[in-house]
């Protein structure tokens, strides 16, 4: 089976952005861009697609629609350069409010992907702990799945003055993070040059459905 995915070849672009990050050279080479990133990444939409549907029928699944933009907005980043160093897949609904979303994001020499909140606001995080207090048993259990897996971690920032509550270890320690997400994290760039690793990322993406369904909420 074969999808023509990603291979050795997108990562070596990566790095020749990384090496030629003007926007002459850019010009010169991005038809390399749309073989060796755009393309193979559209594939990878279309492969996740039947899993993400099940997931949540409002995720918006046109490729263009899930690719990140390679032009990089200087304004709001701390690479200058002309384009983005890193590229992703980000499947999320429509709706304009602070929602969980799903992700792949593919550097040079590492990549990851999972689900959560990319800069979740307050309100968000306010509802999220409110979930905890109304249903600490099933966030509970939510939690013990991910940590079974065993390569699945919960990453996010805390706050500097908790919020006062009555839970005790890691639960105490999720309910007072600024933003939540679960991620895989990889440094070996061949595993997603491999067909066989897309049933990993579609089995743990059906593993944070129901982490999913409570963010949501």
């Excluded at 749309?34 to 279309?46: A, C, R, S, W």
């Excluded at 200087?74 to 384009?83: D, I, W």
Aim: contains cysteine; neutral net charge; charged residues 25%.
């Amino acid at each position: 089976m074969s999808h023509n995915l990603l291979t050795q070849a997108s990562f070596d672009f990566l790095k020749e952005i990384r090496e030629n990050n003007n926007k002459q050279w850019f010009v010169e080479n991005k038809s390399d861009y749309t073989k060796f990133i755009y393309d193979p990444l559209q594939n990878v939409v279309m492969l996740l697609q039947d899993i993400l549907i099940k997931i949540d029928v409002d995720f918006v699944l046109i490729p263009n629609k899930c690719i990140s933009r390679i032009y990089n907005d200087m304004r709001f980043s701390r690479n200058k350069g002309y384009l983005k160093d890193c590229v992703w897949l980000t499947f999320k609904t429509a709706d304009k409010s602070i929602q969980p979303a799903y992700f792949l994001e593919i550097k040079e020499n590492s990549f990851r992907y999972g689900m959560g909140y990319y800069h979740a606001d307050p309100a968000a995080m306010q509802k999220f702990r409110n979930n905890i207090d109304n249903n600490l048993e099933k966030f509970t259990q939510i939690m013990r799945d991910i940590k079974h897996v065993g390569d699945i971690n919960i990453f996010g920032d805390h706050y500097k003055k908790p919020f006062e509550n009555n839970y005790d270890g890691i639960i105490g320690e999720y309910y007072n993070l600024k933003g939540i997400y679960a991620a895989y994290n990889s440094s070996d760039i061949s595993l997603l040059q491999k067909d066989q690793f897309y049933h990993k990322i579609i089995n743990d993406y059906w593993l944070l459905k129901d982490s999913y369904s409570f963010l949501k909420v």
